[in-house]
Nanobody, 124 residues
Framework: QVHLVESGGGLVQAGNSLRLSCAAS????????MAWFRQAPGTERRPIAV????????LYAGVDKDRFTISRDNAKSTLYLQINNLKPEGKARYFC?????????????????WGQGTQVTVSS
Protein backbone atom coordinates (compact mmCIF):
# COMPACT_ATOMS: atom_id res chain seq x y z
CA GLN A 1 0.00 0.00 0.00
CA VAL A 2 1.07 3.59 -0.67
CA HIS A 3 0.18 6.50 1.57
CA LEU A 4 0.09 10.02 0.09
CA VAL A 5 0.07 13.24 2.10
CA GLU A 6 -0.27 16.66 0.51
CA SER A 7 1.02 19.89 2.03
CA GLY A 8 1.72 23.48 1.07
CA GLY A 9 -1.79 24.81 0.70
CA GLY A 10 -3.17 27.84 2.46
CA LEU A 11 -4.48 31.35 1.93
CA VAL A 12 -2.61 33.13 -0.83
CA GLN A 13 -3.08 36.52 -2.42
CA ALA A 14 -3.89 36.56 -6.13
CA GLY A 15 -0.77 36.95 -8.21
CA ASN A 16 1.46 35.12 -5.77
CA SER A 17 2.98 31.66 -6.15
CA LEU A 18 2.61 28.43 -4.26
CA ARG A 19 4.35 25.08 -4.30
CA LEU A 20 2.35 22.06 -3.25
CA SER A 21 4.06 18.89 -2.13
CA CYS A 22 2.88 15.30 -1.92
CA ALA A 23 4.93 12.93 0.19
CA ALA A 24 4.63 9.24 -0.52
CA SER A 25 5.32 6.48 1.97
CA UNK A 26 4.87 2.74 2.13
CA UNK A 27 5.48 0.67 -1.01
CA UNK A 28 6.67 3.62 -3.05
CA UNK A 29 8.50 1.28 -5.41
CA UNK A 30 5.10 0.42 -6.87
CA UNK A 31 4.40 4.01 -7.93
CA UNK A 32 4.59 4.87 -11.58
CA UNK A 33 2.56 7.82 -12.88
CA MET A 34 1.54 10.51 -10.43
CA ALA A 35 -0.89 13.35 -10.92
CA TRP A 36 -2.48 16.40 -9.41
CA PHE A 37 -6.22 16.99 -9.40
CA ARG A 38 -8.29 19.74 -7.86
CA GLN A 39 -11.85 20.07 -6.74
CA ALA A 40 -13.62 23.37 -6.22
CA PRO A 41 -16.73 23.53 -4.01
CA GLY A 42 -19.75 22.05 -5.77
CA THR A 43 -17.78 20.74 -8.73
CA GLU A 44 -16.26 17.45 -9.77
CA ARG A 45 -12.61 16.59 -9.26
CA ARG A 46 -10.63 17.64 -12.31
CA PRO A 47 -7.11 16.82 -13.49
CA ILE A 48 -4.34 19.38 -13.60
CA ALA A 49 -1.26 17.44 -14.69
CA VAL A 50 0.31 14.01 -14.77
CA UNK A 51 3.96 12.93 -14.72
CA UNK A 52 5.66 9.65 -15.53
CA UNK A 53 7.94 7.85 -13.09
CA UNK A 54 11.12 9.23 -14.64
CA UNK A 55 9.67 12.70 -14.95
CA UNK A 56 10.48 12.79 -18.64
CA UNK A 57 6.81 12.72 -19.67
CA UNK A 58 4.34 15.31 -18.46
CA LEU A 59 0.86 16.26 -19.62
CA TYR A 60 -1.27 19.19 -18.58
CA ALA A 61 -5.05 19.07 -18.68
CA GLY A 62 -5.99 22.34 -20.25
CA VAL A 63 -4.33 24.52 -17.64
CA ASP A 64 -1.89 27.29 -18.39
CA LYS A 65 1.48 25.55 -18.64
CA ASP A 66 3.15 28.89 -18.01
CA ARG A 67 1.63 28.91 -14.52
CA PHE A 68 1.53 25.23 -13.55
CA THR A 69 4.54 22.92 -13.32
CA ILE A 70 4.45 19.32 -12.13
CA SER A 71 7.65 17.64 -11.02
CA ARG A 72 8.81 14.80 -8.79
CA ASP A 73 11.85 13.78 -6.78
CA ASN A 74 11.86 10.00 -6.52
CA ALA A 75 14.80 10.02 -4.13
CA LYS A 76 12.56 11.93 -1.72
CA SER A 77 9.37 10.13 -2.81
CA THR A 78 7.77 13.52 -3.31
CA LEU A 79 5.58 15.02 -6.00
CA TYR A 80 5.35 18.77 -6.51
CA LEU A 81 3.05 21.27 -8.16
CA GLN A 82 4.33 24.78 -8.66
CA ILE A 83 1.56 27.30 -9.26
CA ASN A 84 2.52 30.82 -10.30
CA ASN A 85 0.33 33.90 -10.61
CA LEU A 86 -2.50 32.38 -8.60
CA LYS A 87 -6.00 33.46 -9.58
CA PRO A 88 -9.16 33.56 -7.42
CA GLU A 89 -10.69 30.75 -9.50
CA GLY A 90 -7.82 28.57 -8.33
CA LYS A 91 -9.54 28.16 -4.97
CA ALA A 92 -9.97 24.42 -4.54
CA ARG A 93 -8.83 21.38 -2.69
CA TYR A 94 -5.77 19.95 -4.43
CA PHE A 95 -5.20 16.21 -4.46
CA CYS A 96 -2.26 14.12 -5.50
CA UNK A 97 -2.76 10.66 -6.93
CA UNK A 98 -0.54 7.73 -7.77
CA UNK A 99 -0.82 4.90 -10.22
CA UNK A 100 0.99 1.57 -10.25
CA UNK A 101 1.29 1.54 -14.02
CA UNK A 102 2.20 3.84 -16.91
CA UNK A 103 -0.68 5.50 -18.73
CA UNK A 104 -0.38 9.29 -18.44
CA UNK A 105 -4.10 9.28 -17.89
CA UNK A 106 -6.35 12.11 -16.69
CA UNK A 107 -8.99 9.63 -15.61
CA UNK A 108 -9.69 9.42 -11.88
CA UNK A 109 -10.10 5.67 -12.00
CA UNK A 110 -6.58 5.28 -13.41
CA UNK A 111 -5.18 6.18 -10.00
CA UNK A 112 -5.20 3.71 -7.19
CA UNK A 113 -3.65 5.87 -4.47
CA TRP A 114 -4.99 9.23 -3.27
CA GLY A 115 -4.09 11.77 -0.64
CA GLN A 116 -6.60 13.66 1.50
CA GLY A 117 -5.89 16.92 -0.28
CA THR A 118 -4.65 20.34 0.69
CA GLN A 119 -6.86 23.42 0.57
CA VAL A 120 -5.82 26.44 -1.47
CA THR A 121 -7.71 29.69 -1.07
CA VAL A 122 -6.87 32.70 -3.21
CA SER A 123 -7.80 36.19 -2.09
CA SER A 124 -8.33 38.92 -4.64
Amino acid sequence: QVHLVESGGGLVQAGNSLRLSCAASGRTSSLHDMAWFRQAPGTERRPIAVISYSGSDTLYAGVDKDRFTISRDNAKSTLYLQINNLKPEGKARYFCAGSDYYSLSFQINAYRFWGQGTQVTVSS
